[in-house]
């Protein structure tokens, strides 16, 4: 009975998280949505525990939970900022691991009434964007009155996507409407997204013909879909990691801006080895908010849109993130997708479910991608995925134990005398 009440309850969750939390979050300026939908997630993860009988709570999660909190206290004794933004930082920076480790936990399993639904609201939501993506080529502006910026818009195509997908039944119909929404991305224009659909749409039409073996038929198929990526994306790729484009007075834009970003980023994580410079003092929301002082320190305080006067850019970009964690804390960041990845294969390997175990490489995939120029990670955005992610896990990790039952039970006909 709890884990139908939490099955349920769930459902509403995420249909309130996707509507107001991902869709309307920008254009209705619910700026405190996503962490309402926190709160409500890890109350729901608390009833979980308080109603499992041996109160199991996943070891990954609590090492998490322990990572950041020595974090917390690190940044307080150096005092990396004030403490209101070290805290507010914090908040900001477990929030998607907390959307992920609480679906994951929780595990809950949407029935064929509840899985319709949200396949029409997708299909629904999809037509809504598309209405947007046009208006946009004869409004001047458009996604950025409505949807803030044209990479939430494309973000937000890419979540609808891959939610419909998930609660699909990975038919090739369903990969074609994959597919479809993903098209009406591209009125976005952002680099980031063709590269990230081009992708996305390889592997969900061909993975299952990958032996994940190293020959050369295989390396030559990774050739030519990187190749096409980087066809796809090269100008902004050159514009974000060229250093010889750094410094040379390219104009007031936010792509200078977050060059810098990653510019400064190697010298505090040589400076600040092995624990970074802490919460609140790098590329943060928290860091622009309580400015820190790390910026006039390197003197990124005079470039254009990460000023005290105008911080615009200075959450940008995610992985000049990682230098508030140092080494330590960025090798912990990938190994966090990396033992996601593993685990996945693990499982496929077991019960060959080609469509979670493709899901996943795709949502690990969009994250990547994403923090090379933007913090979709910690906004709304990030923790919806994070979320989904987190329930394609648990729905792999399910179908595993039950395989795994099924080798170690003996038949019928094996118990006879």
């Known amino acids: 009975m709890p884990q139908t009440v939490l099955n349920k309850l769930f459902f509403y969750l995420t249909i309130f998280a996707l509507i107001f939390g991902v869709i309307l979050y920008d254009t209705l300026k619910l700026i405190f949505v996503d962490e309402i939908c926190a709160v409500l ?12 009988p041996k109160w199991e709570i996943n070891k990954v999660f609590v090492i998490t939970l322990g990572i950041f909190l020595f974090y917390l206290v690190y940044s307080l004794a150096i005092k990396s900022n004030v403490k209101r933004a070290i805290l507010i930082d914090f908040t900001i920076q477990i929030k998607p691991y907390l959307g992920f480790f609480c679906a994951y936990a929780i595990a809950p399993l949407f029935n064929k009434k509840q899985k319709l639904i949200i396949k029409c609201l997708c299909i ?38 891959i939610l419909y997908l998930y609660v699909s039944d990975y038919t090739m119909k369903d990969k074609i409407i994959f597919v479809t929404i993903m098209l009406f991305g591209l009125l976005s224009g952002r680099s980031k997204f063709y590269g990230f659909m081009i992708l996305a749409t390889f592997l969900i039409f061909f993975l299952k013909y990958f032996n994940f073996k190293i020959n050369l038929k295989n390396s030559i198929i990774l050739l030519v879909i990187f190749g096409i990526v980087f066809l796809a994306t090269k100008n902004k790729i050159f514009t974000y990691f060229d250093p010889n484009s750094f410094g040379k007075g390219k104009g007031l834009s936010d792509l200078y801006a977050r060059m810098a970003l990653y510019y400064f980023s190697g010298f505090i994580f040589m400076d ?13 929301y928290a860091s622009s908010i309580y400015y820190s002082p790390l910026y006039p320190k390197y003197n990124i ?3 254009w849109g990460l000023s005290k006067d105008y911080p615009a850019f200075i959450c940008d970009a995610y992985y000049p993130v990682l230098a508030q964690f140092g080494i330590i804390g960025a090798t ?3 190994a966090f997708w990396l033992l996601i ?15 979670l175990f493709t899901l996943v490489i795709v949502m690990v995939i969009f994250f990547l991608i994403e923090c090379t120029s933007d913090s979709t990670i910690t906004h709304n955005r990030g923790f919806f995925m994070m979320m989904i992610l987190g329930m394609v896990l648990s ?3 399910r179908e595993y134990k039950n395989r795994q039952k099924e080798i170690t039970t003996p038949s019928a006909e094996e118990i006879k005398p």
């Open 41 to 52: 997630l890890v109350g729901l993860y608390c009833y979980y525990i308080y109603k499992t």
């Open 124 to 161: 629904a939501i999809a037509f809504y964007l598309m209405f947007l993506g046009i208006l946009s080529l004869f409004i001047k502006d458009f996604l950025y009155t409505t949807m803030s910026h044209p990479s939430r818009f494309a973000t937000a195509v890419s979540i609808i996507s």
């Open 272 to 284: 600040y080895i092995p624990f970074g410079s802490g919460f609140a003092s790098y590329a943060t």
């Open 301 to 303: 305080d005079m470039v």
């Open 332 to 334: 912990l960041f990938f």
């Open 341 to 355: 990845l593993s685990k996945a294969y693990r499982w496929f390997q077991q019960t060959s479910n080609i469509k």
């Open 395 to 397: 729905d792999f990790q």
